[in-house]
């Protein structure tokens, strides 16, 4: 008689997640073409990283972009962050001609708020914050009005009040790029109720993400859930795009809808959208910090 032995599974041991000191983060952009995976991944090898996830796109195979964002784990890397710089410039960046960025994951983004009157953005980024949800670090919040500096300080956060007036705009944001440039890594317009310039956007010097209370290119600039209400929309929406010198036009990060009727009215319109603007900053300023986000002309491509 025979007797068939079978296998017991063995129950794998968990495994262990890496330590968030040592995890690395590598985004690269580049034309595309054969071997690039393969080069870069060589690289982080020789390094000795542990790839442990990455994604990839090109816009065509043919004068196409490829874009690549990896998170890699390795000992030190923080400290060793300028010398994998240098090396990838070297090895890697020149061969593919590509613009690329590495850094620590675990550092927070220096972000300064743009704000005005309206609250329900501002408040939700700094309570993410403090609850840890978003990477950043919020470094100062800045208004035209002082409405909101004692809800600010409840977060401990530094409130600078730089009134702007038609008459004295330049001036204002001059003061304005004196408290920013060179100390903030993101600027967020978390409802600022001012159009800033060009000049201001080419010396700042980093991304600024707008959140507009409107499902874009519909209804762009003031007014919009007054003017959705007239049209009887069915929709409304908010999106998140990069600010640029065309009002409301700058590449589109994040947005979403919530369906209205014709029963709705225009304080509930604003009551509903405000809930949606939380949201779509909150998911686009998390992708952004996160290097989740590449600009590919007027459109992205979000990770």
Not at 27 to 35: A, Q, Y
Not at 117 to 124: F, I
Not at 261 to 289: F, M, N, P, Q, Y
Request: with cysteine; glycine share 6%.
């Amino acid at each position: 008689m025979s007797i068939a032995l079978t296998a017991q599974p063995v129950a794998a041991s968990p495994a262990e997640p890496a330590a968030p000191d040592e995890i690395g983060r590598l985004v690269v952009s580049c034309p595309d073409g054969p071997g690039i995976v393969a080069l870069i991944s060589s690289f982080l090898y020789r390094q000795g990283a542990n790839i442990l996830q990455s994604d990839q796109f090109s816009t065509g195979s043919r004068g196409g972009r490829f874009m690549l964002r990896t998170e890699f784990q390795l000992g030190r890397v923080r400290e060793r962050l300028p010398e994998l710089e240098r090396q990838f410039e070297f090895e890697v960046a020149r061969r593919l001609r590509a613009t690329f960025r590495v850094r620590a994951a675990a550092t927070p983004a220096r972000v300064a708020i743009f704000v005005s009157r309206h609250d329900h953005c501002l408040l939700d980024l700094l309570w993410r914050q403090r609850r840890g949800e978003l990477p950043i670090e919020v470094v100062t919040v800045i208004s035209n009005h002082a409405d909101l500096e004692r809800d600010v300080a409840g977060f401990g956060t530094p409130f600078l009040h730089i009134p702007v007036n038609p008459a004295m705009k330049a001036e204002a944001e001059l003061a304005q790029l004196d408290a920013v440039a060179g100390k903030v890594d993101l600027v967020v317009l978390a409802r600022y109720m001012q159009i800033l310039s060009a000049d201001f956007l080419d010396d700042v010097g980093v991304p600024v993400i707008n959140i507009h209370h409107s499902f874009l290119p519909a209804f762009a600039g003031a007014g919009p859930y007054e003017r959705a209400k007239a049209r009887g929309v069915k929709l409304i929406g908010a999106t998140a795009h990069y600010a640029t010198e065309d009002l409301d036009e700058g590449p589109i990060i994040e947005q979403d809808v919530v369906r209205v009727s014709h029963k709705t009215g225009i304080r509930d319109l604003i009551r509903r959208g405000a809930d949606i603007e939380r949201s779509v900053l909150a998911r686009a300023v998390d992708w952004h910090c996160a290097d989740r986000v590449f600009v590919d002309g007027s459109t992205t491509v979000v990770f």
